[in-house]
């Protein structure tokens, strides 16, 4: 009985020290030992392939959120199948990949479309007509991107495709949201302002209509 | 046995009705927000993804995942942030002091995401999206890190002059001076 008790002292004392340690993190905690150790990508190095010259005029950027969602039927041969033909009630047929997607939509005007005919020069006066603003870039990148419902094995092209719907979704509440005309409106108050810091008085500044 | 076969029904339904669909998560628009960035650059750049997850001792087998990505980085200038006293004129000669260039955008298209290679070992689960996606953060911000060595900034000072240049020739101008206000880059993004 005494050797009991003493074996019981002897194992609290030893989980004392352990907890004393793990807590100074000297020996790895409990959790640490049966946690999974996260995947870590290694350093490779990046290649510029392509060095483009460009005159984009960035005058709106929208920041969005939109959720997407795709529906498919279970994969012959995959668990859920096979778990069918022994269920003795019918099971759910379907699998759901769901990703709530942030971006961002950038509208703005191509400078390099304005040429010469479109800017007119008299003593202090300019008048420049510029392109109308389009949809420039929309930017949906996986620091932006979370998978919120994942059943069934999803292939990349399968979630590529996804985003890329999310991508159109994104453009389509921008352009409701009437960014395209804001944009427009932007550009011509900076490009005034340009002029204006380039000594001219009189500055008419317009919008091609096509 | 017909009470066990009735049994087994009620846990069979019960699961289904646990795997009924969830509502999906409602959407919002966070901000829009007006800007002035003349972009003059972009720089696109490929990148492999490679990750091991062999660093957990109780799970046995290898899983190795290899991606390749693109990314597409833009670059230029504030024009927001160009004042009066930065712009000097002297009849048909102007003297223009730009702000310094700055990273506007990076995106990593999604259509160029590819999975090159994967092994996964026999008692090994596949990697699913989330963690493909988390790997994939992770590149994003390597590119992201990475930015300074492409010299995107260098290139980005280069044709913000050639195209102010040829802007101020269109106006008029015959002799243009351009300077950048500093050589410290700073980041617009947001």
């Known amino acids: ?210 | 046995m017909s009470k066990i076969g009735q049994y087994l029904t009620g846990l069979f339904l019960l699961l289904q009705a646990g795997c009924k669909p969830s509502p999906t998560p409602a959407e919002k628009v966070l901000a829009i927000r007006e800007m002035g960035a003349l972009a003059t650059t972009e720089y696109t750049v490929t990148k492999m993804v490679k990750a091991d997850d062999n660093k957990t001792w109780y799970k046995l087998g290898d899983r190795k995942i290899l991606m390749s990505i693109e990314a597409r980085i833009k670059a230029g200038i504030d024009l927001t942030q160009l004042k009066q006293e930065d712009i000097s004129i002297n009849g048909k000669s102007i003297q223009l002091k730009l702000p310094a260039p700055n990273i506007i955008s990076i995106q990593l298209p999604p259509d160029k995401i590819k999975l090159e290679y994967q092994e996964i070992g026999l008692l090994r689960m596949d990697f699913d999206q989330a963690e493909r996606m988390h790997l994939l953060e992770q590149a994003e911000k390597q590119v992201q890190a990475a930015i300074p060595e492409t010299g995107i900034l260098e290139t980005t000072r280069i044709h913000t002059s050639n195209w102010i240049q040829q802007f101020c020739l269109q106006l008029g101008f015959e002799e243009i001076h351009i300077e950048f206000t500093d050589q410290n880059p700073k980041s617009l993004l947001r």
Not at chain 1, 12 to 21: D, E, S
């Open chain 1, 1 to 210: 009985m005494k050797k009991l008790f003493q074996l019981g002292i002897l194992g609290l004392m030893l989980i004392g020290m352990y907890w004393f340690l793990a807590k100074m993190n000297w020996v790895p905690s409990i959790g640490k030992l049966l946690g999974s150790a996260p995947v870590l990508i290694e350093e490779t190095p990046v290649l510029v392939t392509e060095i483009k010259q460009m005159a984009e005029l960035m005058t709106i950027e929208s920041s969005d959120e939109v959720v997407v969602s795709r529906i498919r039927q279970v994969k012959a041969g995959s668990p859920k199948k096979i778990l069918e033909w022994i269920s003795p009630a019918p099971l759910l047929q379907s699998e759901r990949l769901v990703l709530i997607i942030k971006g961002k939509v950038f509208a703005g005007t191509d400078l390099n479309q304005l040429g010469s005919g479109g800017i007119f020069i008299a003593g202090d006066s300019v008048s420049v007509t510029i392109p109308a603003a389009r949809i420039q870039d929309i930017i949906v990148n996986p620091s932006g991107t979370e998978v919120f419902i994942e059943e069934g094995s999803w292939s990349q092209e399968e979630t590529n495709q996804l985003i890329l719907t999310a991508k159109e979704k994104l453009r389509q509440r921008a352009t409701e949201k009437g960014i395209l005309k804001k944009a427009d409106e932007q550009a011509l108050i900076i490009l005034r302002n340009f002029l204006q810091l380039q000594g001219f008085k009189r500055i008419r500044v317009a919008t091609q209509t096509t």
